[in-house]
């Protein structure tokens, strides 16, 4: 299988290319070039793979949440490519792939998932490992205070930006059900690509209408006057 996959939720932009159990990635921590670098990274994939974008079978995306302007880009990119090509996409949270780059790292069985969403809120989600390595959502994904995030009751380790800004508040939280966490996590487009190719397989692609992007909070996108 070939799947192309990009991620530029956040300040890291990525990209990278499954092959058979392969992937090779391009990644880059350059906040506001994303849509510089993020066409650049594709086509240096294919490139180097011997291939054209005739030979994918699919196509993956970090639909976020994150940053509006990072997530309404990988959105665009991967519209236009999987509208020519006619080809199948699967939408991967955000959330996850910061869990699933935690889980290909540490010995963890639980992810705890925190990425700044401004407005003193975060974007939250709990994590599992499955058998097979991969992350699997426990519960919701949410947006709100750092200090009322649900979680299971299971021990696990942080990842996120949240971990940084708001550490005092999901540490008093979670108490001894974290054994550690590392702020300096960011989602990577292997990891959207990973995922991707189990979406896939698990019959979660869509067509390329279908893929949308997932902000989680809505109000944001109202006029000051509706909030």
């Known amino acids: 299988m070939k799947l192309l996959a ?26 506001r070039e994303h849509t510089n670098l993020i066409l650049p990274m594709m086509d240096s994939l294919i490139s180097e793979a011997s291939i054209t974008l005739r030979d994918l079978d699919a196509l993956a995306f970090s639909r976020g949440p994150g940053s509006f302007t990072g997530v309404r880009i990988a959105t665009g990119v991967i519209h236009g490519v999987a509208l020519g090509l006619d080809l199948p996409v699967i939408p991967v949270s955000t959330l996850a792939a910061i869990a699933q780059d935690c889980f290909n790292k540490t010995e963890a069985e639980y992810c705890f998932t925190a990425m700044d969403a401004r407005m003193n809120e975060i974007y939250w989600a709990e994590y ?24 299971s009751g299971s021990k696990g380790f942080g990842a996120g930006s949240g971990w940084k800004i708001y550490e005092a508040e999901l540490t008093a939280r979670l108490d001894t059900f974290v054994a550690g966490y590392d702020a300096s996590y960011l989602p990577r487009a292997s990891c959207i690509a990973s995922l991707g190719v189990a979406g896939f397989t698990q019959g979660k692609a869509v067509p390329v209408e279908q893929a949308m992007p997932v902000y989680l909070r809505d109000k944001v996108a109202k006029k000051e006057s509706e909030r």
């Open 128 to 151: 599992k490992k499955q058998e097979d390595g991969l992350a699997v959502l426990v519960g919701e994904e949410t947006v709100g205070p750092a200090g009322r995030v649900a979680f």
């Open 6 to 31: 990009v991620e530029t939720a956040t300040e890291a932009c990525s990209s990278a290319l499954y092959i058979d159990g392969e992937i090779e990635e391009r990644f880059q921590i350059a906040p």
